[in-house]
């Protein structure tokens, strides 16, 4: 499988980059600078994902998506995610897999509400749950076959391949889940269709 990676430096994105290579799938990542070792089935591509051309050359021959762009108090995420599904549309390429947070999915305590918006999180700072949900929006209002993957807080820590799942729900008393275990999770999305056009809560 040919994959295209944003936000393939991050901590869930670097993960999903072994796992990709490991399981012998070609990987094109977008990056800001090339600091990854090299390998035969990995083209990293430098530039800009606020580029539309930058993205385009990335997505183009891909046979699937995955984003890991974060928010780090910057609109990067929103002003990227309406490029990405620009170029998967003019490429004919219809799955992605992006890394969203567990403030969008949808509130238990506030019905109609979002779990940031509900209660649910003690969060104090919703700038990046503002930001994930702009990149839903944008994503729920196309015609891809998306799934986001929205795991609680996420500390550093290698894949343990376990972890509890939810549609569109945090799983009951979720705490955490490593960086890790995330990545796993979404890669594995790409040979599942559990969860398309649908958000996806994980957690230990």
Known sequence: MKIALFGATGRVGRYIIKMALRDGNEVKALVRTADFDPHDN???IVGNVRNAEDIRRTVQGADAVISAIGTDRTTTLSDATPLIVQAMEAEGV??????????????????GLLR????????????????HERAYKTLEQSDLDWTIVCPTYLPDGKPKGYFRFEKNYLPEDGKEITAGDTALFAYEQLE???FLKSRVGIAY
């Open 192 to 194: 599942s269709d559990d």
């Open 116 to 131: 940031y918006q509900g209660g649910d999180s003690k969060r104090q700072l919703t700038f990046a749950a503002e930001e």
């Open 42 to 44: 990995l083209e990293i």
């Open 94 to 111: 219809r799955r992605v897999i992006t890394i969203g947070t567990a403030g969008i999915l949808n509130s238990r305590f506030s019905p």
